[in-house]
C-alpha cells in the first residue's frame, strides 16, 4: 500500500504536546509498510491521537526533531 497514497503507521507512543497552545503532540510511529517497514519515526500530528492509532505518512524520510527544554 505504500505509494502515492500515502504510508501507514501505528503510533507506538506518546512524547509530549507542543506547539503555541499545546495543538501539536509529537509521537513515536512505526511504519507498517514500504521500503522503511519496521522503522520508528518522530513524527509531529495535529488533532487528538493515542496509542494504537494508524496515521497515514505522505513522507516517510521525514522526521520531526526532538523537544527540549529551553
Do not use: F, W, Y
Request: charged share 35%.
Amino acid at each position: 500500500m505504500a505509494d502515492e497514497m500515502g504510508t501507514p503507521a501505528e503510533i507506538v507512543e506518546l512524547i509530549k504536546r507542543t506547539g503555541v497552545s499545546g495543538e501539536i503532540t509529537q509521537v513515536l510511529c512505526r511504519i507498517l509498510d514500504g521500503p522503511e517497514k519496521g522503522r520508528v519515526k518522530r513524527r509531529n500530528v495535529k488533532g487528538p491521537v493515542q496509542k494504537g492509532d494508524v496515521l497515514v505518512l505522505l513522507n516517510v524520510q521525514k522526521e520531526a526533531k526532538e523537544i527540549r527544554a529551553r
